[in-house]
C-alpha cells in the first residue's frame, strides 16, 4: 500500500513541475498518522507534507466548486466514491470540468479511527496498511475490514470519471448489501421506527456538518440559514425537531445524492444520516428502476424527468401503519 | 475521604438522584452526553469524554426565557426563564469544570446573567479524575491538573473502587447525606495522581507552546499569512463551536404566534455565515475571516480582556471531531512556530 503513495506524490509532483496544472488538491499530513486534512498544495516543495492513506476519507468533490472557477488547471485525486460526486456536480453544472484535471486514484476502503479505538487497540501511532489487513503500532494486526468506515463495506468500486487512472491493486471486498439497515428499518412498525428515529435525531445538535460536506448540498445560500425565512431554526422546541432539517435535507438531495457517505462520516454524534438518503435511493429504484446518481451524466435523472409510466402517487401504500 | 465498590456504583446514582436532580454521562443511541440520570439509562463514567461538555447543563443550546401575550393594544410580558434547585452532576472533567470560569467570567460579570447564574449557583459538581487521558488531550497546556480535578467533591476511579473527597462545605454536606459510601484513607487516591501525573506528562500535545499568544502580538498574528492555509479545509461548520466548552455566543431568537412573541435564547456560532451579518453588511466575508476569529478569540482576545486566561482547556474535543481534522493545536503549532 506504501507504493501507492509513493505513485501518488510522483504523479501530483509531475502535475505541478510539468506545469500541467498550476495546483494539487489532495490531502496532508496532520499531528498524527491519522488527521489528515484536505489541503491545495501550490509548489512540488509544499507536497512536502502531503499524503495518501487510508485515513483520506475526506470527498474532495466539493471543494471542487470552489477550485475550479479559480484560474488555472486544478489537479485532484478522487477516490471511486468521490468521482460520482464530480460527475453529479458536472451534471449540474456547479463546476468547471475543463479547469480540473482528475486522478482516479485506487481506494481500498478508508479508515474511521473511532473503529480502531474501539478494538482496545489504545493510541494509534502508526499504521501499515496491507490489502486486506493493517498493522497499527508496528504490533498488533486487524482486519482491515474491522475499521473501515461503513460506506466502504458497501463499495462503489469503480471511478465513474477521470482523466487519468492510478490503480495498482483492484478493490475486490465491499460487496455487503447497502440496502440491510433499509430492509430492517423498513420491517418495523411506525411505532418502531419513529422510536429509532427520535432516538437518533434527538442527538443532532444542528452543527451543519452533515449539510456543509454534501457535495450534493451546493446552494448559495441554505434556506436553513436565511434568517427572513423563518425557519432558520436553532431555536428548538424539543430536542426531536431536527427531524425536520434532516428529513427535508434528504428530500433536496433525493435523485441526487450519490451515497458517499460524508454525512455519517462527520456527524459529531454518530447518527446513521446515510440511512434516509438509502431509503429515498432505494424507493427511487423500486419506483423507476435501477438509478445510480452520478454514474452516468447523459442518463436523465428519475424525479427531474417525466414519463407516462411514472408511479402514481396512490399506487404505493408504504408506512406498516 | 469516602469510597464505594465500582461494582456498586448504581447504589450511589440512586441514592443521590433520590436525594436531588442527578445529571451525569449517559450513553444514548452510541453517543455519551449529560443527561438526567434515571433508573435504567445507560451511565458511563469511564469513557473519558461527552461529545457536548458540561458547559450545556449551565448555558443549554436552547432556553425558552420570555413570553410576550398580546391582547388589543395591552403586552403582557411573561418570564418564562426556569428556576433551579440544587441539582448534582456527576463524572465532570477536569478541563470542563475550567471552562466554567471561562464561562463566569462572561456570563457573571455586569450584566449578571441569571439563567446562567441560577444554575451556577445550584450545582454540586462532583469531578473525576482523568485515569486514561487520550492522545488529543492537552489540559496541561492550561495548567489544569487532570489528576485532581476539584470541583465540590473530587472522585477517583481506581482498582475498582471510587473514592469521594469533598472540597467544597456544599460537596460536604451532600456526601454526608449517602449512606452507600464508607470512609476510606488517601493512599489510592494518592497514587492514583502520581499515575495520572505520569501519564499526562507523556501525552503528545502536553508541551505545547503559548508563548506567542499574547496581546502584544495582536496585530502580528492577526495579519499572519498561515491563516489561509490553516483554514482552508474548513467547512463552515459549527461543530467545533458547539462541541467547544469555552464557546459562549449565542443568538436571540423570536418566534411569532397567534397572540404574541416567544423569545429564545440559543448558541450560534462564529463559523456561520450569517454570525456577524448586520443591517449595512458582514464585516467577515469570507471562511477565513470567520475561522480566525474563533482562535484569534480563544487565545488572544479573550486572555486579553481576562487576565491572561485563554478561553480553551484542551479537552482536545475539536481535534477529535472536526470533519476535516482542523484544530486549534494545529493553529498553536503553526503560528507558533515563527
Known amino acids: ?321 | 475521604m469516602k469510597k464505594i465498590a465500582y461494582q456498586n456504583i448504581d447504589k450511589l446514582y440512586g441514592e443521590l438522584a433520590s436525594n436531588l436532580d442527578l445529571y451525569m454521562p449517559i450513553k444514548k443511541a452510541g453517543a455519551l452526553n449529560f443527561e438526567k440520570y434515571e433508573n435504567g439509562k445507560e451511565a458511563d463514567i469511564e469513557t473519558l469524554q461527552t461529545v457536548k461538555s458540561v458547559k450545556d447543563l449551565f448555558f443549554p443550546q436552547v432556553e425558552h426565557f420570555v413570553d410576550f401575550k398580546t391582547d388589543g393594544t395591552k403586552i403582557d410580558v411573561i418570564d418564562t426563564r426556569e428556576i433551579r434547585s440544587e441539582f448534582a452532576i456527576f463524572g465532570v472533567r477536569a478541563c470542563d469544570l475550567k471552562s466554567l470560569e471561562v464561562l463566569d467570567k462572561v456570563f457573571l460579570q455586569e450584566p449578571v446573567d441569571s439563567m446562567y447564574k441560577n444554575k451556577r449557583d445550584n450545582a454540586v459538581i462532583f469531578t473525576l479524575a482523568c485515569q486514561n487521558p487520550h492522545a488529543s488531550c492537552f489540559c496541561k497546556v492550561f495548567d489544569i491538573d487532570a489528576s485532581s480535578p476539584k470541583g465540590d467533591v473530587e472522585c477517583h476511579l481506581t482498582n475498582g473502587v471510587l473514592y469521594l473527597n469533598p472540597i467544597t462545605e456544599k460537596g460536604a454536606n451532600l456526601v454526608n447525606k449517602l449512606t452507600c459510601l464508607e470512609d476510606a484513607t488517601s493512599e489510592s487516591v494518592d497514587l492514583n495522581k502520581q499515575e495520572i501525573k505520569a501519564k499526562i506528562d507523556a501525552l503528545p500535545f502536553s508541551n505545547l507552546d503559548l508563548s506567542v499568544f499574547k496581546g502584544e502580538n495582536l496585530m502580528e498574528l492577526f495579519d499572519r499569512k498561515e491563516w489561509e492555509e490553516l483554514s482552508k479545509a474548513c467547512l463552515g461548520c459549527g461543530t467545533c463551536t458547539f462541541i467547544c466548552p469555552t464557546c459562549q455566543c449565542f443568538d436571540v431568537r423570536d418566534f411569532k404566534t397567534n397572540n404574541g412573541v416567544k423569545r429564545f435564547r440559543c448558541w450560534d456560532s462564529c463559523m456561520y455565515s450569517e454570525f456577524t451579518k448586520m443591517a449595512a453588511e458582514n464585516p467577515r466575508k469570507n471562511q477565513m475571516q470567520r475561522f480566525r476569529q474563533r482562535f484569534m478569540h480563544k487565545l488572544v482576545y479573550y486572555p486579553s480582556n481576562n487576565g491572561g486566561l485563554y478561553s480553551c482547556v484542551g479537552c482536545g474535543r475539536c481535534v477529535k471531531k472536526c470533519p476535516q481534522s482542523l484544530n486549534i493545536v494545529k493553529v498553536i503549532k503553526k503560528l507558533g512556530d515563527k
Open chain 1, 1 to 321: 500500500m506504501q507504493r501507492l503513495e509513493v505513485a501518488f506524490l510522483e504523479k501530483a509532483k509531475e502535475l505541478l513541475s510539468s506545469g500541467q496544472v498550476n495546483r494539487v488538491l489532495a490531502y496532508k499530513k496532520g499531528e498524527f498518522c491519522y488527521d489528515v486534512s484536505p489541503a491545495v498544495f501550490y509548489s512540488v516543495e509544499e507536497l512536502e507534507n502531503a499524503v495518501y492513506n487510508g485515513f483520506c476519507g475526506a470527498n474532495l468533490s466539493k471543494y471542487l466548486i470552489q477550485e475550479s472557477k479559480k484560474e488555472g488547471k486544478v489537479a485532484v485525486f478522487l477516490k471511486p466514491c468521490d468521482t460520482y460526486s464530480f460527475n453529479q456536480l458536472i451534471k449540474e453544472h456547479r463546476v468547471n470540468r475543463e479547469n480540473v484535471y482528475v486522478v482516479g486514484i485506487e481506494c481500498q476502503g478508508k479508515f474511521s479511527i473511532e473503529k480502531f479505538y474501539k478494538t482496545g487497540v489504545g493510541f494509534v501511532a502508526s499504521v501499515q496498511e496491507d490489502l486486506d489487513s493493517v498493522l497499527v503500532n508496528g504490533e498488533t494486526k486487524i482486519d482491515r475490514n474491522a475499521v473501515k468506515l461503513e460506506r466502504c463495506l458497501v463499495c462503489k468500486k469503480q471511478h465513474v470519471v477521470y482523466d487519468e487512472l492510478l490503480v495498482i491493486n483492484e478493490k475486490k471486498d465491499g460487496d455487503l448489501d447497502r440496502f440491510e439497515m433499509v430492509k430492517k428499518l423498513e420491517a418495523m412498525t411506525a411505532d418502531e421506527r419513529f422510536a429509532f428515529w427520535k432516538e437518533q435525531l434527538s442527538k443532532c445538535i444542528r452543527c451543519n456538518a452533515c449539510r456543509n460536506v454534501c457535495p450534493a448540498c451546493t446552494c448559495t445560500k441554505c434556506v436553513f440559514d436565511n434568517d427572513d425565512s423563518q425557519i432558520s431554526s436553532k431555536a428548538n422546541a424539543d430536542s426531536f425537531e431536527e427531524k425536520l432539517f434532516h428529513i427535508i435535507r434528504a428530500f433536496h438531495v433525493a435523485g441526487r445524492c450519490t451515497d458517499c457517505g460524508e454525512c455519517s462520516r462527520v456527524c459529531p454524534q454518530n447518527i446513521p444520516l446515510h440511512l434516509l438518503n438509502r431509503k429515498y435511493i432505494s424507493d427511487i429504484n423500486e419506483f423507476y428502476g435501477e438509478f445510480e446518481a452520478g454514474k452516468d451524466i447523459a442518463q436523465k435523472g428519475p424525479l427531474t424527468n417525466y414519463t407516462t409510466g411514472d408511479i402514481e402517487p396512490n399506487d404505493f401504500k408504504g408506512g406498516n401503519k
